[in-house]
């Protein structure tokens, strides 16, 4: 009795195991390719780890930043080649939006902070009230407030919501800040003028955020940000944790989910 004419198994295997291994790569290949160019021309994900943008922003907020809205400098890609000056496609930002931008101590750096000033405003703050082009700025239902910042200090002081004039005809652009004093030189500053080409910055934790307001040779002095140091405008905080506890014990993993804050716009 004559056997059915089969292949043997083991001649077919070793083809088999190539392809597999060509789809895995190619499907990898894929991925890496689809990731790259989310990240380069569309949204980057940050992690906040400063108090400086409470209320807005929390210690532990994971935002989503979309590189588009600017256009693009050579910040925009990965390792920020020097391959050109500049924006691309480039678009002036508005008064009051969150931005991630460059340090302009140490470009290696990523900041986040709110657009106050563009080109030819004047910003001062005066006994802890901040004036835009000679008018002070809003700021309405003052609240006691209370948070903790990347050291765990706490911070007990007033919050209200300013009003930032918009610009290009946008809208006023209403978000929280957080006082702590009226005391100290961030809160008695020059008449800033804005050069073209730049922007002034601050954070909405006025009295412990390094911005725009120190203009000095210092480490931390921030200065007058370039238009060319933007990366992108904050939209969404998508993920957020306190995470007072070590990484290992999983049980505090849900308490310490900020669920509240997921997928929360940023105004």
Same mark, same amino acid.
Request: overall charge negative.
């Given at each position: 009795?004559s056997?059915?004419?089969?292949? *043997?198994?083991?001649?077919?295997?070793?083809?088999?195991?190539?392809?597999?291994?060509?789809?895995? /790569?190619?499907?990898? @290949?894929?991925? @890496?390719?689809?990731? &790259?160019?989310?990240?380069?021309? &569309?949204?980057?994900?940050?992690?906040?780890?400063?108090?400086?943008?409470?209320?807005?922003?929390?210690? $532990?907020?994971? #935002?989503?930043?979309?590189?588009?809205?600017?256009? =693009?400098?050579?910040?925009?890609?990965?390792?920020?080649?020097?391959?050109?000056?500049?924006? #691309?496609?480039?678009?002036?930002?508005?008064?009051?939006?969150?931005?991630?931008?460059?340090?302009?101590?140490?470009?290696?750096?990523?900041?986040?902070?709110? #657009?106050?000033? /563009? *080109?030819?405003?004047?910003?001062?703050?005066?006994?802890?009230? &901040?004036?835009?082009? $000679?008018?002070? @700025?809003p700021?309405?239902?003052?609240?006691? =407030?209370?948070?903790?910042?990347?050291?765990?200090?706490?911070?007990?002081?007033?919050?209200?919501?300013?009003?930032?004039?918009?610009?290009? $005809?946008?809208?006023?652009?209403?978000?929280g800040?957080?006082?702590?004093?009226?005391?100290?030189?961030?809160?008695?500053?020059?008449?800033?003028?804005?050069?073209?080409?730049?922007?002034?910055?601050?954070?909405?934790?006025?009295?412990?955020?390094?911005?725009?307001?120190?203009?000095?040779?210092?480490?931390?002095? /921030?200065?007058f940000? *370039?238009?060319?140091?933007?990366? $992108?405008?904050?939209?969404?905080?998508?993920?957020? @944790?306190?995470?007072?506890?070590p /990484? !290992?014990?999983? !049980?505090?993993?849900?308490?310490?989910?900020? !669920?509240?804050?997921?997928?929360?716009?940023?105004?």
């Amino acid at each position: 009795m004559s056997r059915p004419d089969h292949s *043997p198994v083991t001649e077919d295997a070793p083809a088999s195991a190539t392809q597999t291994v060509l789809e895995y /790569l190619r499907t990898l @290949v894929s991925v @890496v390719v689809v990731v &790259l160019v989310v990240r380069t021309f &569309l949204f980057e994900s940050f992690v906040i780890p400063s108090g400086s943008m409470i209320p807005t922003l929390q210690v $532990g907020d994971y #935002i989503w930043v979309s590189k588009y809205t600017y256009g =693009y400098s050579r910040f925009s890609l990965p390792f920020s080649p020097d391959l050109f000056a500049g924006r #691309i496609w480039g678009a002036e930002p508005h008064r009051g939006d969150v931005v991630v931008f460059r340090f302009t101590k140490d470009t290696s750096v990523d900041y986040v902070k709110r #657009i106050i000033g /563009l *080109p030819g405003d004047h910003v001062q703050v005066t006994d802890g009230h &901040l004036y835009l082009n $000679g008018q002070m @700025v809003p700021c309405t239902e003052p609240h006691p =407030y209370v948070a903790r910042d990347e050291t765990g200090t706490a911070l007990e002081g007033e919050a209200c919501t300013e009003q930032v004039p918009g610009s290009a $005809g946008a809208a006023t652009v209403s978000h929280g800040i957080l006082k702590l004093t009226d005391d100290g030189p961030q809160n008695g500053t020059p008449d800033y003028v804005v050069p073209p080409g730049y922007f002034f910055a601050m954070g909405d934790n006025r009295d412990d955020s390094a911005d725009s307001r120190f203009m000095g040779d210092g480490p931390k002095d /921030l200065g007058f940000v *370039p238009m060319e140091n933007l990366v $992108g405008k904050a939209q969404r905080v998508f993920f957020s @944790v306190t995470a007072e506890h070590p /990484l !290992w014990q999983v !049980w505090y993993w849900p308490a310490e989910i900020r !669920w509240n804050r997921l997928m929360r716009g940023i105004q």
